[in-house]
Structure formats: C-alpha cells, structure tokens
C-alpha cells in the first residue's frame, strides 16, 4: 500500500493523465465529438511525462494530437453532408478502399522518417518501438477524424505494443491504461459497428 501511495506522490501527471485517459476512452466508444475536449488536454499532461521518460517520439506526437484533436472536433460536428443547408455531423463509415494504399504509404514513410530522428538526433533506447507506436498512432488518429470504423484495428495494436513499452520504460500508470486500451478497442469497434448499422 505505501509503494502505491509513493508511486502516486511522486507521478502526479501520470495519474492525472490516466484519469483523462480513461475519460477519453468512454467519450470515444460512445463516438462523443466532447472524447476530443479530452484529446486536448491529456497530450498536454503527456508531454511532460515523455520527455521525462525519453519517449520522445511520443513527446512529438502529443503536439500533433493536439492539432488533430481540434480539427477531429470540427470534422466530428459539422463534416457531414449538408442537409437543408446546414451541415450534419460527420458518420461513422468504412475507410474507403482508396484510402488504403495510402494508409500503407504513409505508415512506411512516417516510421522511417521517425526512426531516423530519434537514431539520429536522441539518446532513445526503444527507437523501432518508440518509432511503430507513433506511426500507428499518427495514422489511426487521422482515421479516427473521419470516424472510420477501422482506426480501432490500430488503436488494438498501438495500445498493446504501448502497454509493453511502458512497463519496459517504467511508466505503469500508462502501462496499466493502455492495457485497459487494449481490451476496449475490441469493444469500441463492436459498438461503433453496431452505430454504425
């Protein structure tokens, strides 16, 4: 009980972050466009917590969140078609199979380009995982601001290789979150099927 308490004490953001991750999560399976509110403000907590960590790739990508997150909010809300001259909100849908080439382009380009910086210019130990979580993340979180149903594929694979990455890292808070992530991606994609039938 006082190793949890010390752990607590001493990685406030962590909690913190967890907290909104959690929130987040529940926002995004319900397809909430508010989960993106969340999307906001957990990245900000993480940027703090990576760096820390040496998880700089992952640093990185919060910045991007926080940019994809405001323009997810607006896709969310009014990117539908417009219905009587006013815009709709934006419906869960299959990724088109055109978007696929370049889903695959895109993961290829990103991890290189990513592997290269932290090889480059970091002391990162985990640079082809730092490097595999990012990429997918990037792509899924581009996926999932045109509520395509496939970014909790993704979202599966990211949270399961992050669990494991942060407990090699030592981040458990975020280890015990993302394992949670795991499981509720599966579930995520079950409701938004269903949403989406």
Known sequence: MESILAYITENPLQILGTVIG???????????????LSSIIMPVISLFVYFRAGLYADFGIDIYYVIIAIYGFWAWKWGGKADKGKQTELPITKTPAKAWPWIAAACVVIFFAIRWILVSFTNSTVPNADSFTTTLSIVAMVMLSRKW??????????????????IYKGI???????????????????????KMA
């Open 22 to 36: 959690v929130v987040y999560l529940v926002q995004e399976i319900k397809a909430s466009s508010w989960m993106w």
């Open 172 to 194: 458990y808070g975020y280890a015990g979150l993302y394992a949670v992530y795991t499981v509720l991606a599966f579930y995520g994609y079950a409701r938004w099927a269903r």
């Open 149 to 166: 149903i496939e970014q909790w594929w993704f979202w599966a694979v990211v949270d399961a290789a992050s669990t494991c990455l942060y």
